[in-house]
């Protein structure tokens, strides 16, 4: 009889640690936190690859972004606030909110002369709003902006998806990491959002001509980086005391509405006409029916 603790002549000595390893990617919330940093990422790539491939209609596009405002909305209502406040209290929610917005609002501010750094100043009537989502660049029906063939427009947006995407995705890590489930609500609005984000930023890269591999590289990098920010989320911040998890709840609540005010809306009803309102709404709901699950 063989020795109880030998393996047998089929079970080869790396079998162990692949087990042990596939252990820790389904323990929870690890391997939670995988998953759902895949999915809300995974819009990214698919959205950049859209961007680089196909030309959509300047309305769809909008009717895109309106649906991604509608749901971070709910999910900065009731996914990050307020468990921001549950956990920090008003003052320190509050703090965090305005200081999410104050960067947002001032790094999205230099993103702007960064991507038209020659543009003479206009009227105040004749200015269009954020050059970041520069709907131009992916429409089929008008020729790219000269921000967009520049390709400065595409490389703002990333840097602004970048910047209220780690908050957010912390935030999502967070919900999970605290309670073991939940974040529907708040995964399904950062995928609506990055989606046409990284569609609209791939569309501005390609105007200027560059590669399809650096394009997807680009936004590779940044799906990477939010999916470890989930990650983090998940375990060590989860594990911090209610008033330091409470921070980058509130933080990524102010980010997300400075980035609706600044980008996201005024794009998308400037493009979309009435109908935007509807798929905001539609957004809305869905975001907030997951967010019951």
Same mark, same amino acid.
């Given at each position: 009889?063989?020795?109880?603790?030998?393996?047998?002549?089929?079970?080869?000595?790396?079998?162990?640690?692949?087990?042990?390893? $596939?252990a820790?990617?389904h323990?929870e919330?690890?391997?939670?936190?995988?998953l759902?940093?895949a999915?809300?990422?995974?819009?990214? @790539? +698919?959205g950049?690859f +859209? $961007?680089?491939?196909v030309a959509?209609p300047?309305r769809?596009?909008?009717?895109?972004? &309106?649906?991604a405002?509608g749901a971070l909305?709910?999910?900065?209502?009731?996914?990050?606030f307020?468990?921001?406040?549950e956990?920090?209290g008003?003052v320190r929610?509050? *703090?965090? +909110?305005?200081?999410?917005?104050v960067?947002f609002t001032?790094?999205?501010?230099?993103?702007d002369?960064?991507a038209?750094?020659t543009?003479r100043?206009?009227?105040?009537a004749?200015?269009?709003?954020?050059?970041?989502?520069?709907?131009d660049?992916a429409a089929?029906?008008?020729? =790219?902006?000269?921000?967009?063939?520049?390709?400065?427009?595409g @490389?703002?947006?990333l840097a602004?998806?970048?910047?209220?995407?780690?908050?957010e995705?912390? %935030?999502?890590?967070?919900?999970?990491?605290?309670?073991?489930?939940?974040?529907?609500?708040?995964l399904?609005a950062i995928?609506v959002s990055?989606?046409?984000e990284a569609?609209?930023?791939?569309?501005s890269?390609?105007s200027q001509?560059r590669s399809?591999?650096? *394009?997807? &590289?680009l936004?590779t990098?940044?799906?990477v @980086?939010l999916?470890i920010?989930?990650?983090?989320?998940?375990g060590?911040l989860?594990?911090?005391d209610?008033?330091?998890v409470?921070l980058p709840l %509130?933080?990524?609540?102010?980010a997300? *509405?400075? &980035?609706l005010?600044?980008? *996201?809306? =005024?794009?998308?009803?400037e493009?979309?006409?009435?109908?935007v309102?509807?798929?905001t709404a539609?957004?809305?709901?869905? &975001?907030f029916?997951l967010s019951l699950?």
């Open positions: 009889m063989p020795h109880a603790g030998r393996r047998g002549p089929s079970e080869p000595p790396s079998s162990t640690t692949f087990r042990a390893v $596939g820790a990617l323990t919330p690890v391997g939670t936190a995988l759902f940093g999915v809300a990422s995974s819009a990214l @790539l +698919l950049a +859209l $961007g680089v491939r959509f300047k769809l596009l909008a009717m895109l972004l &309106s649906f405002a909305i709910t999910a900065l209502a009731f996914e990050l307020e468990d921001a406040y956990q920090g008003i929610a509050a *703090i965090g +909110l305005f200081v999410g917005a960067v001032g790094l999205s501010a230099l993103l002369r960064w038209q750094p543009r100043a206009k009227p105040t004749e200015v269009e709003g954020s050059v970041k989502l520069d709907t660049a089929s029906d008008r020729p =790219p902006t000269s921000a967009s063939t520049r390709g400065t427009a @490389l703002a947006l602004a998806v970048t910047l209220d995407g780690v908050p995705n912390l %935030a999502l890590g967070v919900s999970l990491g605290a309670a073991g489930s939940g974040g529907l609500a708040l399904a995928f990055n989606l046409p569609l609209v930023g791939a569309s890269m390609r001509g399809t591999a650096s *394009i997807l &590289s936004w990098g940044c799906a @980086l999916v920010a989930v990650v983090v989320g998940a060590p989860a594990n911090s209610p008033e330091t409470s %509130a933080f990524a609540a102010g997300v *509405i400075a &980035s005010a600044d980008t *996201i809306m =005024p794009e998308a009803y493009h979309g006409g009435p109908a309102a509807m798929s539609a957004g809305f709901v869905l &975001s029916v699950a």
